[in-house]
């Protein structure tokens, strides 16, 4: 196997040490975008006089045709290539000759592996938008579902408030929200051209950059060469972004695998996505939630294998950057197939609305049961320390404060009067909620409404 160095050296490469550095096993994967950055770079060549327009004519035909074979034949992007980049080329000069010799002309690999994966991430990085999307929007059909259905929050894993189910619900939304935006400003920060740098310190042809950026659809030139053979934060904003979302998918994982439990059992996971277990026959196992939470492991190890690579290079290219790729394509993929189950799981699942009723009932009401008598004149921190105590009285009786007598209620604080058995019921403590971001059953509804818009404007944004 002829290399695209070969010149340089008197002796054949070391075999071994040639396939282990090799990268084409898994930068096949950047084919496309290596096509269509060699394209541009060819319509370029042709614009500074490097190229007749002839030649970059033929080597555009042959590189589209290229292209179209790999893209209906993913077998056929395939050899003993030392990467892709050379794939590329030994199909072209063995098509072209002399005049496929000529398109490397000013252009380095280094520039052209970094041009490669910020291609290929502003195309894929739209598909896990639309898998996160397509998750708020299985929550948000949850979310509606749920009605006016009414569960516990917590707080240090401990019963806190009534809240709706819906709401509950909703709070899964609003972090996966910001993942896609966190997702969209990856996209945002690949968008710069690094075709110009050469390997180090520029090119010496009068490419037309700025219009190389513009069909490739970048929106800017690199600031300078030596930084951007190197700069490969726009690869580690990416993990950023995919790890911050498979920790969210895992929080979320986590509550529904506790709250399908048999202790709570809010929920119910359909039978198509349990598992069962090989000795226990009573076992309904929530595997692909657990799957997605280990995974979430996977997700940021590629976050810090990326970052400590990154960390000790000397500037300009070095060998170690090409350990980026094994990261960006695991991370990708990771997040797809977690994303594609958790979606599947929502949308399997059932709300047991009377256990979580149940459970939002009870001493988890105090806080209301002291709202009330501010709402009578009492300090909050007087109100505190009364419910306080009576909190404390029924659980020694083991029993809840709608058993209470008036006379009770009046013993704990003279401020209390009949209409305090209504005021302190789940319903009510859900409606006396007065802010937008609140339970209350109207805000909770414009979220809904609003979530349901949003998902409108965003849904099949895939094809930019
Ligand atoms: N396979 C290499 C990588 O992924 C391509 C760039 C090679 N450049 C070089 N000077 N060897 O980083």
């Not at 005049?99 to 520039?111: A, I, P, Q, V």
């Not at 994966?117 to 949850?142: D, E, F, G, K, N």
């Not at 404007?457 to 895939?462: I, L, N, T, Y």
Request: proline share 3%; aromatic share 6%.
């Amino acid at each position: 196997m002829s290399t695209l160095w070969s010149g340089r050296f008197d002796q054949a490469p070391d075999a071994a040490a040639f396939e282990w550095g090799s990268s084409f096993s898994f930068d096949r994967r950047l084919f496309e975008d290596d096509v269509t950055g060699s394209i541009a770079w060819a319509r370029a060549l042709a614009g500074a006089g490097v190229l007749t327009a002839d030649e970059s004519a033929s080597i555009q035909r042959v590189l589209a045709a290229i292209l179209e074979q790999g893209r209906t034949n993913p077998a056929f992007v395939d050899g003993a290539d030392e990467d892709v980049h050379s794939f590329v080329e030994r199909l072209l000069v063995a098509e072209l000759g002399d005049t496929g010799k000529r398109l490397h002309t000013g252009r380095s690999r280094n520039e052209q592996v970094s041009l490669d994966l910020r291609l290929y991430l502003r195309r894929r990085i739209p598909v896990l938008q639309q898998a996160v999307a397509a998750i708020v929007s299985a929550l948000t059909r949850q979310a509606r579902s749920a009605g006016d259905a009414l569960m516990p929050s917590y707080t240090h894993f401990r019963p806190a408030q009534p809240v709706l189910v819906a709401h509950f619900i909703m709070a899964h939304a609003a972090p996966l929200r910001r993942d896609f935006v966190r997702l969209e400003q990856a996209r945002q920060e690949a968008g710069a051209l690094t075709l110009g740098s050469g390997a180090v310190a520029g090119t010496s042809y009068s490419v037309d950059v700025e219009s190389i950026a513009r069909e490739l659809g970048f929106d800017r030139i690199v600031a300078n060469s030596i930084d951007a053979s190197s700069d490969r934060d726009f690869a580690a904003t990416f993990l950023y972004a995919v790890s911050l979302t498979m920790v969210h998918l895992s929080r979320l994982a986590e509550d529904l695998i506790i709250l399908c439990g048999d202790e709570h059992r809010f929920f119910e996971f359909s039978d198509a996505l349990s598992t069962g277990s090989s000795m226990m026959p009573q076992k309904k196992n929530p595997d692909p939630l657990e799957l997605v939470r280990g995974k979430t492991g996977r997700a940021i190890g590629d976050l810090m294998a990326l970052l400590t690579t990154m960390k000790g290079i000397p500037s300009g290219y070095n060998k170690d950057l090409q350990e980026d790729k094994h990261v960006v394509f695991d991370a990708e993929d990771t997040l797809a197939g977690c994303t594609a189950v958790v979606k599947s799981v929502i949308d399997g699942l059932s709300l047991n609305r009377a256990r979580a009723a149940a459970a939002a009932s009870g001493l988890l009401l105090a806080t209301d049961v002291a709202d009330y008598l501010v709402g009578k004149g009492v300090p909050f921190r007087t109100s505190h320390e009364i419910v306080g105590a009576l909190v404390r009285k029924l659980i020694v009786e083991q029993r809840e404060f709608g058993a209470l007598s008036l006379d009770e209620w009046r013993a704990a604080s003279d401020r209390f009067e009949a209409d305090v058995v209504e005021r302190v019921t789940p319903a009510a403590s859900v409606a006396a909620k007065r802010t937008p971001q609140s339970t209350a059953p109207g805000a909770v509804q414009q979220a809904i409404a609003e979530s349901e818009a949003w998902y409108a404007s965003v849904a099949g944004g895939v094809g930019r």
